[in-house]
């Protein structure tokens, strides 16, 4: 049971376990096709850093990408970058491919693109490669606090 499990299950959340032939490098479009979903619904957990080193999380459809400039504006910070492999891994806990938002080895601000809390069911990372939970994308308001934000481009 990874520690993501672990946090829905302690969180009390209704949640659907899918494993996959994990791709390297395949990203959402591997996943999605696995799982044969849609990518837009596959969300991808992002660890960005703020000028200070601070790490924050973003939460973004598998089909589009996190504005730098945008997300440190809705942060409030001067800049944000992706934070390398390795610095992400130490924030998480959690290797790259199999980050979830769930059961970080510390406490994270969470950011979530606005338009995924409008989907019917998400798809993020269960803590391990190869492994996603179907879930209400309402949960990660509810249970990471995430703040909606407008940072995605397509």
């Known amino acids: 049971m990874t520690r993501a499990v672990h946090a829905l299950r302690n969180a009390r959340v209704d949640f659907e376990p899918h494993l996959y032939s994990y791709v390297e490098k395949g990203g959402t479009r591997a996943s999605s096709e696995a799982l044969g979903v849609d990518e837009h619904q596959v969300i991808k957990t992002l660890v960005f850093e703020d000028e200070s080193k601070r790490p924050l999380i973003v939460l973004m459809h598998g089909d589009m990408k996190v504005s730098a400039k945008n997300l440190a504006r809705a942060a409030g910070v001067k800049k944000t970058a992706p934070c390398a492999p390795e610095v992400a891994q130490r924030h998480t806990g959690y290797l790259v491919g199999g980050t979830s938002p769930f059961g970080t080895a510390k406490p994270l601000p969470v950011y ?6 409008e989907l019917d069911r998400i ?13 209400a994308p ?5 249970v990471l606090s995430a703040t909606p934000v407008d940072v995605g481009i397509a």
């Open 112 to 117: 979530v693109e606005r338009s995924i809390l």
């Open 123 to 135: 798809y993020i990372n269960g803590g391990s490669r190869g492994f996603l939970v179907a879930l």
């Open 138 to 142: 309402s949960v990660l308001v509810e």
